[in-house]
């Protein structure tokens, strides 16, 4: 079967252009882009050998450069898009090879932008680079690539729901497994089966599948944990489609609800509602966490507050789902804008959310959801379907 690249050409050059275009307006000769979700949005490259060194060499004009391990020639010639492959061996200088390339480039001096926020840029590349070109200047362009995929593109978007149904069929496993006496591992197990046999991909991080005691560890998963009566069973995964990523999570309850859980479950539910009603082209993305807080300060948990009711979610690679290193949220004091075709994981958390109230009588319970969302010149679409209701396993 021939290989068929996940977007068309015009596409690519359209994502290009704009970069280049942010460039010109800052006054860049060249970019170094290290963070694989931008690598993969620029160039194509959809593979797990971003543990390594890789870096994308855009200049104002001209094909970019992609300098990467040569071992993953094969590869290469099968992704890239409007790129060269520059390889080089496992014991060779990195940041000597890459000044190599940025000279045969014509961008050894002048202004550079690199990622300097990317998990993927070491030091030792940047301090090399500047030791060897001595009149390239490094100017910081975190999150200039992230900003320009923020909005997703007809073709993302059916990925994304792609992702969404893999992601519905993984909770759906998760809830049919659990039950009194079952062992963690064997809801894990059925999770990913469903994963792979609803044509789901390896996705950045997760599922997380913790119970009891662990519920508000947030970024733990399974151990070797029967479980038990009475316990609350935290769930939250991804699908993952040609990288991009729909999340959904759920609180499930074994054997049995705890007391007060019913009526957080309706709280968590209104306030999940409030934020997604507020969900519109225009809007602040304070002002959706405003919508959710109001709704849980009148259920009488004024006390009680969150970092954030979502962020957006899209392409991603290990070691996240949230497309790197920076976690753009929903958050009481975000400056985002919401436009059409931005998707966020909208979560309503509560959890914990009765402890330290002033009242002796404050409302028990914990209850927790989250679903993928799209934002539509309508508003707000659910992209994970799952119920929202309370459920005992």
Same mark, same amino acid.
């Given at each position: 079967?021939?290989?068929?690249?996940?977007?068309?050409?015009?596409?690519?050059?359209?994502?290009?252009?704009?970069?280049?275009?942010?460039?010109?307006?800052?006054?860049?000769?060249?970019?170094?882009?290290?963070?694989?979700?931008?690598?993969?949005?620029?160039?194509?490259?959809?593979?797990?050998?971003?543990?390594?060194?890789?870096?994308?060499?855009?200049?104002?004009?001209?094909?970019?450069?992609?300098?990467?391990?040569?071992?993953?020639?094969?590869?290469?010639?099968?992704?890239?898009?409007?790129?060269?492959?520059?390889?080089?061996?496992?014991?060779?200088?990195?940041?000597?090879?890459?000044?190599?390339?940025?000279?045969?480039?014509?961008?050894?001096?002048?202004?550079?932008?690199?990622?300097?926020?990317?998990?993927?840029?070491?030091?030792?590349?940047?301090?090399?680079?500047?030791?060897?070109?001595?009149?390239?200047?490094?100017?910081?362009?975190?999150?200039?690539?992230?900003?320009?995929?923020?909005?997703?593109?007809?073709?993302?978007?059916?990925? =994304?729901?792609?992702? !969404?149904?893999? +992601? /519905?069929?993984?909770? @759906? %496993?998760?809830?049919? #497994? *659990?039950?009194?006496?079952?062992?963690?591992?064997?809801?894990?197990?059925?999770?990913?089966?469903?994963?792979?046999?609803?044509?789901?991909?390896?996705?950045?991080?997760?599922?997380?599948?913790?119970?009891?005691?662990?519920?508000?560890?947030?970024?733990?998963?399974?151990?070797?944990?029967?479980?038990?009566?009475?316990?609350?069973?935290?769930?939250?995964?991804?699908?993952?489609?040609?990288?991009?990523?729909?999340?959904?999570?759920?609180?499930?309850?074994?054997?049995?609800? =705890?007391?007060?859980? !019913?009526?957080? +479950? /309706?709280?968590?539910? @209104? %306030?999940?509602?409030? #934020? *997604?009603?507020?969900?519109?082209?225009?809007?602040?993305?304070?002002?959706?966490?405003?919508?959710?807080?109001?709704?849980?300060?009148?259920?009488?948990?004024?006390?009680?507050?969150?970092?954030?009711?979502?962020?957006?979610?899209?392409?991603?690679?290990?070691?996240?789902?949230?497309?790197?290193?920076?976690?753009?949220?929903?958050?009481?004091?975000?400056?985002?804008?919401?436009?059409?075709?931005?998707?966020?994981?909208?979560?309503?958390?509560?959890?914990?959310?009765?402890?330290?109230?002033?009242?002796?009588?404050?409302?028990?319970?914990?209850?927790?959801?989250?679903?993928?969302?799209?934002?539509?010149?309508?508003?707000?679409?659910?992209?994970?379907?799952?119920?929202?209701?309370?459920?005992?396993?």
């Amino acid at each position: 079967m021939a290989f068929e690249p996940f977007f068309a050409r015009e596409e690519y050059d359209k994502r290009l252009a704009r970069l280049r275009q942010a460039m010109q307006a800052r006054g860049l000769e060249a970019c170094l882009i290290s963070q694989p979700e931008n690598i993969f949005y620029l160039s194509g490259l959809d593979h797990f050998g971003y543990f390594a060194y890789h870096a994308l060499v855009v200049t104002r004009e001209g094909p970019m450069a992609l300098i990467a391990r040569s071992m993953e020639q094969v590869t290469m010639d099968l992704f890239l898009v409007n790129t060269v492959f520059y390889g080089f061996g496992d014991g060779d200088d990195r940041a000597a090879v890459s000044a190599s390339v940025l000279r045969e480039m014509g961008a050894g001096c002048g202004a550079m932008g690199v990622e300097k926020a990317s998990l993927c840029l070491s030091p030792m590349i940047t301090e090399g680079l500047a030791a060897a070109l001595p009149a390239l200047k490094q100017r910081d362009i975190s999150g200039l690539v992230d900003r320009l995929r923020q909005t997703r593109s007809p073709q993302e978007i059916a990925y =994304l729901r792609r992702a !969404a149904a893999v +992601a /519905d069929a993984m909770m @759906q %496993a998760a809830i049919d #497994a *659990a039950a009194p006496g079952v062992n963690e591992r064997e809801i894990a197990a059925e999770v990913q089966r469903a994963m792979v046999l609803a044509g789901g991909e390896l996705p950045g991080f997760g599922p997380f599948i913790r119970s009891g005691e662990r519920l508000g560890q947030e970024h733990r998963t399974w151990e070797d944990h029967v479980l038990q009566q009475g316990e609350p069973l935290f769930v939250e995964l991804a699908g993952c489609a040609r990288r991009y990523h729909a999340a959904v999570g759920r609180l499930l309850f074994v054997g049995h609800a =705890l007391s007060g859980c !019913a009526e957080m +479950a /309706d709280v968590c539910l @209104q %306030a999940f509602e409030a #934020a *997604a009603s507020a969900i519109m082209p225009g809007v602040g993305a304070r002002d959706v966490y405003a919508a959710w807080q109001a709704c849980v300060d009148s259920a009488g948990l004024a006390h009680y507050r969150r970092h954030h009711c979502g962020y957006l979610i899209g392409l991603g690679f290990p070691p996240s789902w949230v497309g790197g290193s920076m976690v753009v949220g929903l958050r009481h004091d975000s400056d985002l804008q919401l436009e059409a075709g931005m998707t966020f994981h909208l979560m309503s958390w509560l959890v914990g959310a009765g402890s330290g109230a002033a009242s002796g009588d404050a409302m028990q319970g914990d209850y927790f959801v989250s679903d993928t969302v799209l934002v539509t010149e309508e508003g707000c679409e659910r992209l994970t379907t799952v119920s929202q209701a309370l459920r005992v396993v």
